[in-house]
């Protein structure tokens, strides 16, 4: 693990990774949307900590950008435009429906990183990238918890959270495996993430107006034939 | 030339039934802009099958044999659909009439411009934004009809599309890193036909592996409530490295939108 020209900074790197992961985690077990959203926002945080420990030690202004984006995106333009659609769906405290207790979901999640450690090896032994090896395999587990989320979850807006936190786990793989991708790229992605959240919201509302809920797992009246 | 105009007439369309115009004569501004991109779509397939390949924007755009053949299709389909709408509509549009019917050809012509983008964008990684982007536009063509039935196929379509294409993302990322570290720099199909005998094979197998993991909804059949058209996703040219390795797997109806 010391190999790494920058040590303090590799150290940094890797406690970063390690809240990621926990934020992760929690978006996949809290009970309250609006704490969801909040963990979503501290997961969004994180990443843009990471992106800016590896561009100072990669001397990358890319990554000092996408670190701007994700904050200027994912902070702050996503709470607003779900505030703007869905604010009712967001503010109100009650119990998230969803198909697995807590304790099993955890269970399938800490399953999932094993995975995605192991999927991630064979990439890494082949390139020799530094960061990657905390950030690649960590965004994985990310990534697999977000799709976990999505599937746990019963209702429309938790599961856009997952989706977001899918998002933010494939950036937190990318900014350690590709530094210098086009920053045309980066903003196209970045600013499509918004779009999504638009979307979706737009579509939960008209969803909730029409149906009267927002239970997007009780909607099974169409099946493959 | 042809190949600019091809992705402009959709959105000077989508601006013009979004307009004051629009409000009488979206249905023919459409069918007219259709019109107009399947004749340049016939132009750009006869280029491109005399010279083997047309740019355009200094290369940001561009198209070979098979690229036309798929905007060729999209044009296809794009005209026809239209057409089809201009009578269908105005049937379905219901209580609201003229405002939804607007903004249903205002998105109509939009998504067509995505389509349409997917076949010519140089740039690999702003086709992942167009693919994207189909998926956006058209999330609320499925819902349309504000029936139950419909904003589920909606809500289903978006969170499995939008699922498949963050994965779709992360796989380009993958074949980003690989082509860098072989060596070739601009990320666009002809540097990656350059760079496939160089990529790593564990960073080509798992990019391709994440590209078909969201195979399904390239090819997903979808219904738009206005033109009943089993619209096919234009179907993304393959990456050069995994023509032999991956077999395509493909589900006919992964988001569950037929009735």
Redesign the interface.
């Known amino acids: 693990m010391n190999d790494s020209p920058f040590p303090v900074i590799f150290a940094l790197d890797a406690l970063t990774g390690a809240l990621f992961l926990l934020v992760g985690l929690g978006v996949v077990a809290t009970r309250q949307v609006l704490a969801s959203l909040q963990l979503f926002i501290a997961q969004s945080l994180l990443l843009s900590l990471s992106a800016v420990l590896l561009g100072i030690a990669l001397g990358s202004l890319h990554l000092i950008a996408v670190a701007a984006i994700t904050v200027a995106t994912k902070t702050v333009m996503i709470p607003w435009v779900l505030r703007r659609t869905v604010s009712a769906e967001v503010y109100r405290t009650r119990e998230i429906d969803r198909v697995l207790n807590i304790p099993s979901s955890l269970l399938i999640a800490a399953v999932l990183i094993v995975l995605a450690y192991w999927i991630a090896n064979p990439i890494l032994s082949a390139v020799d990238a530094p960061f990657a090896r905390i950030n690649l395999p960590l965004g994985l587990a990310a990534i697999f918890l977000g799709v976990f989320t999505v599937v746990v979850r019963r209702e429309a807006v938790p599961q856009l959270l997952g989706l977001l936190a899918l998002e933010n786990g494939v950036f937190f793989a990318g900014v350690a495996i590709v530094p210098d991708l086009p920053v045309i790229a980066e903003l196209a992605a970045a600013v499509d993430v918004p779009v999504v959240a638009l979307v979706v919201g737009l579509l939960t509302r008209r969803i909730y107006t029409q149906l009267g809920t927002t239970s997007v797992g009780q909607l099974a009246s169409l099946r493959e034939r | 030339m042809g190949l600019t105009a091809v992705l402009i007439f959709p959105l000077l369309g989508s601006a013009l039934s979004l307009s004051p115009l629009g409000r009488r004569f979206a249905a023919p501004i459409t069918v007219a802009a259709a019109a107009v991109v399947f004749v340049l779509a016939v132009d750009v397939a006869i280029n491109a099958a005399r010279t083997g390949r047309v740019d355009a924007l200094g290369q940001w755009l561009t198209c070979d044999g098979l690229g036309a053949l798929v905007v060729l299709l999209v044009a296809l389909v794009g005209a026809t659909a239209a057409l089809y709408s201009w009578g269908y509509i105005k049937v379905r549009a219901g209580r609201e009439g003229a405002r939804k019917e607007q903004r249903y050809y205002g998105l109509f012509n939009l998504f067509l411009a995505s389509l349409l983008a997917v076949p010519v964008l140089a ?1 690999v ?2 086709m ?2 167009a693919v ?2 189909t998926t ?1 536009l058209s ?2 063509l499925v ?1 349309f009809e ?4 419909a ?6 379509y ?2 499995l599309t ?2 498949g294409a ?2 779709a ?2 796989g380009f ?2 074949l ?3 082509s ?2 072989a060596g070739f720099e601009p ?1 666009t199909w002809e540097g990656l036909v350059g760079a496939a005998p160089h990529i ?4 080509g197998r ?1 990019s391709c592996s994440y590209l078909w993991g969201s195979a399904p909804r390239l090819v997903s059949c979808r219904c738009i409530p206005g033109c009943r058209t089993r619209i096919v996703r234009p179907q993304r040219r393959s990456a050069p490295c995994c023509l032999a390795s991956k077999r395509q797997r493909c589900s006919t ?1 992964s988001c ?4």
């Open positions: 740039n990684a702003l992942w934004v994207e982007l956006l999330a609320f819902g504000d029936t139950a039935e904003l589920e196929a909606a809500w289903k978006v969170v939008t699922l963050v994965l993302l992360l990322l993958i980003y890193w690989g860098r570290v990320f790593p094979h564990s960073c798992r109806s569950g939108c037929f009735r």
